[in-house]
């Protein structure tokens, strides 16, 4: 899938980092939106800021919260499997 004419897979309406990591770690590619902060990007089932918005130290710290999460799931999972 071309990253560049995907659409916005789902919306969220507040920042909530594991409900957030729970839906990105499931997909593979494409956006999400979350009201207050903006469009971030999905690639390879991480969290991944646009170029513009790498100067933004608040863009950053969501997405590294975000997919430590996802990272911290999935050494779990491994764990327990």
Known sequence: MDIKS??????????????????VKGFF?????????GRLRVIE???VAY???KKEKSIMIVV???NKIIS??????VMLG
């Open 45 to 47: 089932g991480k969290v």
């Open 29 to 37: 590619n494409g956006r999400i939106f979350i009201v207050g902060l």
């Open 64 to 66: 590294s919260e975000i």
């Open 6 to 23: 995907s659409i916005t897979l789902r919306s969220f309406k507040k920042y909530q980092p594991r409900q957030i990591a729970k839906f």
């Open 72 to 77: 911290e799931m999935s050494q779990r999972k």
């Open 51 to 53: 170029q513009h918005q």
